[in-house]
Structure formats: C-alpha cells, structure tokens
C-alpha cells in the first residue's frame, strides 16, 4: 500500500487537510504500507516555501512522519510539481500524438460566453468542443505563427464512468456531463486534475484519501488512467469537516488551521486524537488512544459518510487529559514560551527558576484547557498591587465585613513572626492558627486569606498558589523569574490599609 498527502503551500495548513493527512497515515500504517508527502505548488503566484516549511513543520508536530517525499527523498523524487513539469509535458504530449488530447484556440471571452449561454439555458456549463476538430498538424501551425492555446483532454462521448469509492460505494457519472478538461494551461504549466494523475500513478500510489469535494475530479481523473492505459487507485473521499453550524470549517468559526490550535496551546496527541474521532470510531468503548493505537484499529470501511462537526469544547475535553497526564519537565518546555510572552520568564532561567516551574506549573496543569491559559493560573504570584486590587467592587465590599478585617489583621500578625510558607504544611498549619485565633472557619476564614494573599477574590487552590508565592519569594533576582512579593508583605499591605479605616463602597 502507498498513499500520499499532497499539499499546496498556500497557507496554513487548515485542521480539515489535517484530518486528511492523518486518514491517510493511518491507514498506510495500519497496512504496514508507505507515505508519500508531495507538494502541489504549480500555482506559482500563490505557492510560497515559507508556507511549505510550515505545513511540514505542523505534521512533524503531530507526529505525522512520512517515508518518502520533501526532506526524505524517495524512487520517486522530485515531490515537488515544479520540478516534474517536463513529465507533464511528456505526458501530454503523448495524448496528443495519439488524439486523446488537443489544442484549444478559445479566447477567455469566447469561454465566458459560452459558460453565460449555458446558465441561460438552464445547462451546467461545460467546454462546449470548439476546437475538436482541429488537426493537430493545423494546431502546430498555428502555434508556430505566434498564437496561444491549453490543451485539453478529449473525454469519451456517451460513457458511462463508475468508480468504487471505499466511503461511499459505487459512484456513477456520464461523460455527457463532463466537458473537455484543460490539461496543460498555455503557459505549459498543468491543470490540477492533470498533474495529480501523472503523480499518482508514477509514484505506484495504490489507495487515494482525500476531501469529498474532490468527488467531482475523480471521473475526469479515471478516463486520464484509462487514456493512459493504467490502473487507477482505489479512491475513498471523506467527509468535509464543518463548523457548529454545519457549514464548512472557516475563519468565522474561530481558528481553523493546526498552527492556530498550537499557538493556542494545545497538545498534538489531543489535536490528532480529536481529528481522528471526527467521522470515525476506534471502538471498543475507547476515544483517548495513543497515535499507534489509533493505526492499529483504523479501518477506512468504518468511516462515516456524514460530515464531521468540529467542536473545540471536546478538543479542550481531550486536551485536559492530556496534559494532566503529561511530564512535568515537558509541560514546562511547553509552558514556558507562553510565560515569556507575559513577562512572567524574563530571562535565561537558572537550575533554581526551573525547579520552581516545575513544583508549580503541574498541579495548575490539571484545570485548564490548554497551556496558553496557564499565565492566568500563575499571574497572582507575580502581579500584586492592593491598589489594583481595591479597583475590583467586590473586594472593597469583602474588606467591609468586619470577620474578613479580623482575618487580615491576624493573617498578618502570624506571617510577620513565621517561616515562609514555602510548603503546604506549613500554609495549612498557619490556617490553623488563624481557625482557632479567629473562631473561624470555612469561606468565612479562607475567602479572606485569598484577599489579603492574592488581591484577588477567585483563583487557583490556596494550597497550591500560597507555597508558590513564597518560593518565588526565595528566588535570585537572577533566575530569570519576575519578581515576587511575598505573603508575608502582601498581608501586612493590605492589614495596614484596612486598620483603623473604612472601607468606601
């Protein structure tokens, strides 16, 4: 078995060619076959090796590697379009001597009309075959006094084109319906239908995976392998991937392409668990299955017909799992360019900044979504001011209540003659104190320790933040770590402005 992914940079690589990609690897792996990766870049206008750098970039990220192809090499090399157009031309050529194929004279005005006549008259439009019957000796001539042409492919007359699609079951068309399909544009560049033929079939692909839109290539595409005496591939089209109003997946609907969701923060092995679940089931009561297991279940025959909807509540489902069940040293290799981009890591981060990421960043892993939410977990730590904090209504109203200023005062009054609260012990054996001291327990006596120690009036677990807090305290200036204010300074802060003052709501 040999199957191919075959891009055009143009863009980004969008989350439906994603699923397209893993289809494919997932069944050339689950057969023990070969992936190709081949780029389709004769649109020169748009195609650009920057965008090529970043779909490969994007795919070696999920874990999509192939056998042969850019960057790999392979039998079958060039895997770039631009470098095989004189295997295009050579294979035009050919149709050409034996009259499959023919040069076509009409103007784009002539076309436009005839495509206008068409729809008038309730008709598909298709090439109505002007120049079918030009010699190809008169079309040489007229090419050697200076005038352009495409050429396109002679389709069969009154043919029935049926094809076995692995998704969908035998699929009819009738050559009436089709017109003549440009093969090479007068620049000598190839149409799309053209060169994915030449392509597929001198690189021995055996099984085609693509997009349904593609249903409507697939009969122009069998007559170029009859034309051409070969066999064609077995072809199976998958569902598009729709929004949640089941339109096509696009910008309106959020991020759509694999760089957005990464930049987002989310894992590979959750994108590529999610997109495999779209039109398909591993079955056995499993979703949450690592890459190798999804090949090993994957069968092409289960893929459901109906589209797919991609809904980013259940990608951050399986997100969650995973990074709870992440490394703690990964996670904070993921963490830390997000951290950065909020000035939270400031610089080169010594042996010690990295031991307190890795004591804080994991348990505040396991309630978030996705790594760019954890800069909002862990900003408390680094961002305190009682002044901002008193711009916030509902503190103001918490530091009215006279149990919360009794709270503060004696939060302050026991952390200015304790140790850093550097454990958790040692936070829970403070609350404590404060419990009996105060004859408090509950929210009535923790809502205010999260004030006086945050600014903030929600947040992370206490037991987790506090210990955090104070052992950033502990850190060098030079561990490439903001700068933290300790608890014992935040609660003599706010303390010193609810002593003897009241509070204006």
């Not at 084109?161 to 009819?172: P, Q, S």
């Not at 677990?461 to 770590?481: K, M, N, Q």
């Amino acid at each position: 078995m040999r199957v191919r992914f075959a891009p055009s940079p143009t863009g980004h690589l969008h989350v439906g060619n994603a699923r397209t990609a893993l289809f494919n690897w997932l069944l050339a792996r689950h057969a023990g076959g070969t992936v190709i990766l081949r780029i389709e870049d004769t649109d020169a206008e748009r195609s650009t090796r920057e965008s090529e750098l970043a779909i490969t970039d994007d795919l070696t990220w999920m874990g999509l590697t192939w056998d042969e192809g850019i960057g790999v090499g392979g039998p079958k090399a060039p895997y770039r379009q631009s470098e095989r157009l004189a295997l295009y031309r050579l294979h035009a050529d050919t149709l050409l001597e034996n009259g499959k194929a023919y040069y076509c004279f009409c103007t784009p005005e002539q076309l436009e009309a005839d495509r206008q006549a068409a729809l008038n008259a309730g008709l598909p439009p298709k090439y109505v075959g002007r120049c079918r019957t030009i010699s190809l000796d008169d079309a040489r001539h007229r090419l050697a006094a200076g005038e352009t042409a495409v050429v396109r492919f002679r389709v069969p007359e009154d043919r029935d084109i049926v094809f076995t699609d692995l998704v969908r079951g035998a699929v009819h068309f009738h050559s009436s319906v089709i017109g003549d399909p440009v093969l090479l544009r007068s620049d000598r560049v190839p149409a799309y239908n053209f060169a994915v033929v030449i392509d597929d079939a001198l690189m021995d692909v055996t099984h085609v995976v693509r997009g349904e839109d593609h249903i409507s290539n697939t009969p122009r595409q069998v007559l170029l392998y009859e034309a051409f005496g070969w066999q064609p591939p077995a072809f199976a089209h998958l569902s598009l991937v729709m929004g949640p109003d089941h339109t096509p997946l696009s910008k309106r609907h959020g991020a759509t392409s694999v760089a957005e969701f990464r930049a987002k923060g989310y894992l590979p092995e959750a994108l590529v668990n999610y997109l495999a679940l779209i039109g398909w089931s591993p079955g056995e009561g499993a979703e949450l299955l690592p890459l190798d297991e999804l090949a090993r279940r994957f069968d092409l025959s289960k893929v459901a017909h109906s589209a797919g909807v991609f809904d980013e509540d259940k990608l951050a489902w399986a997100n969650r799992h995973y990074l709870k069940v992440a490394a703690p040293d990964r996670l904070v290799d993921l963490a830390i360019p997000f951290l950065r981009e909020r000035s939270i890591v400031v610089g080169e981060l010594t042996s010690a900044g990295l031991d307190w990421l890795l004591v804080t960043i994991p348990p505040l892993a396991t309630s978030i979504d996705r790594l760019s939410q954890i800069p909002e977990r862990v900003h408390t730590i680094f961002s305190f001011d009682v002044d901002e904090s008193m711009a916030h209504e509902n503190i103001r109203n918490e530091l009215t209540q006279q149990s919360t200023r009794a709270v503060i005062a004696a939060l302050a009054d026991d952390l200015a003659s304790s140790p850093r609260l550097v454990e958790r012990e040692i936070f829970r054996a403070a609350v404590a104190r404060l419990k009996e001291r105060t004859g408090l327990k509950g929210r009535a006596l923790l809502h205010p320790i999260r004030v006086a120690l945050t600014g903030e009036a929600e947040g992370p677990e206490l037991d987790i933040i506090v210990p955090a807090i104070d052992r950033a305290t502990e850190l060098s200036p030079a561990s490439g770590l903001q700068s933290v204010t300790g608890c014992r300074e935040r609660a003599a802060a706010f303390a010193a402005l609810v002593a003897g003052t009241s509070i204006d709501t």
